[in-house]
């Protein structure tokens, strides 16, 4: 992100904080596909990922008042979607596994869906079946580009937790699809 | 798997895709009725404060300025006490003037 975006940001969020309203529709309009995409990377399901990112904004609007620009707007915003993905991955873990049925596709089209190979399909499905803080880290590290340092800062963690993260998921994804991957190349 | 097919594949499944233009518009739309309340910190009262704006507001030193010009022009031309003179009760003899007079009795009975 563009430090004039960040500053831009900042100056929306002044104006948030005193409940003008335009101000977060525009703040809305410019976040809101990213977040989106975001949830829908850790969650691996479509309608979870838009109630947590209509959820995420409503937030932005009521803790306006009390937001203080320690970090970037956008890592907050990050943080809170994150928090909620969390949030309901936890909660998730007492529905009945039965009754849940497949895992979903994250891919957003069945054209794109039709496109993946096999072995993205198979890591997808691995991706989804870890634990969610290995999840969160890696999607943040692969599909937000973000350092270690900036994942640690979302998820409120130390950089070394973060990078024992990487390791244990991506041990976690080996063991699942080693054998497979390694036949087809 | 070595580490760096590993890494590559991970940057080839997870690569950051916008989601539907469709998809963003319904989530714009769920958030596009009424707001609700923003929440507001205790400890922010402070700054509020802080920042207050004590400079004076130059309509408000002109007012303040013609209303003490008016009471002052009243106090000198004396337009107070005429007021108070029309309105003089007579008779005012002071406390003393005041007698308590209670029924005589007369030892009757109703």
Not at chain 2, 95 to 103: A, M, Q, R
Request: one cysteine or more; hydrophobic letters at 45%; aromatic letters at 6%.
């Amino acid at each position: 992100m563009h430090e004039s975006d960040d500053a831009s940001d900042l100056a929306l969020m002044a104006r948030v904080a005193r409940g003008d309203e335009p101000a977060y529709r525009q703040l809305t309009r410019r976040h809101l596909p990213a977040m989106l995409g975001l949830a829908r990377r850790i969650l691996g399901n479509a309608a979870d990922a838009e109630d947590v990112a209509q959820e995420a904004m409503l937030r932005v609007w009521t803790h306006a008042p009390r937001w203080q620009p320690l970090a970037a707007f956008r890592t907050w915003l990050t943080r809170i979607v994150v928090n909620l993905c969390l949030d309901r991955k936890r909660r998730a873990r007492w529905v009945d596994l039965e009754a849940a049925g497949d895992i979903v596709d994250p891919a957003p089209t069945a054209g794109e869906a039709a496109e993946q190979d096999e072995r993205e399909k198979l890591l997808t499905a691995a991706i989804a079946d870890l634990p969610a803080r290995q999840r969160t880290a890696i999607v943040l590290t692969y599909s937000e580009g973000m350092s270690n340092a900036q994942v640690a800062e979302i998820l409120e963690t130390t950089v070394s937790a973060v990078e024992t993260l990487l390791i244990r998921g991506k041990q976690n994804l080996r063991q699942r699809l080693g054998d497979v991957i390694d036949k087809d190349d | 798997m070595t580490e760096d097919r590993l890494d590559k594949l991970l940057h080839k499944t997870l690569k950051r895709e916008e989601p539907a233009p469709a998809d963003v518009d319904r989530v714009l739309k769920r958030l596009a009725g009424r707001l609700p309340r923003q929440r507001f910190a205790l400890w922010r009262l402070p700054n509020v404060l802080l920042d207050w704006q004590f400079a004076p507001a130059w309509p408000r030193v002109a007012a303040l300025a013609c209303c003490a010009a008016l009471g002052f022009f009243i106090g000198i031309a004396g337009v107070d006490r005429h007021l108070s003179r029309s309105g003089y009760i007579a008779g005012g003899g002071g406390l003393g003037t005041i007698v308590f007079e209670p029924d005589p009795l007369t030892g009757a009975r109703p």
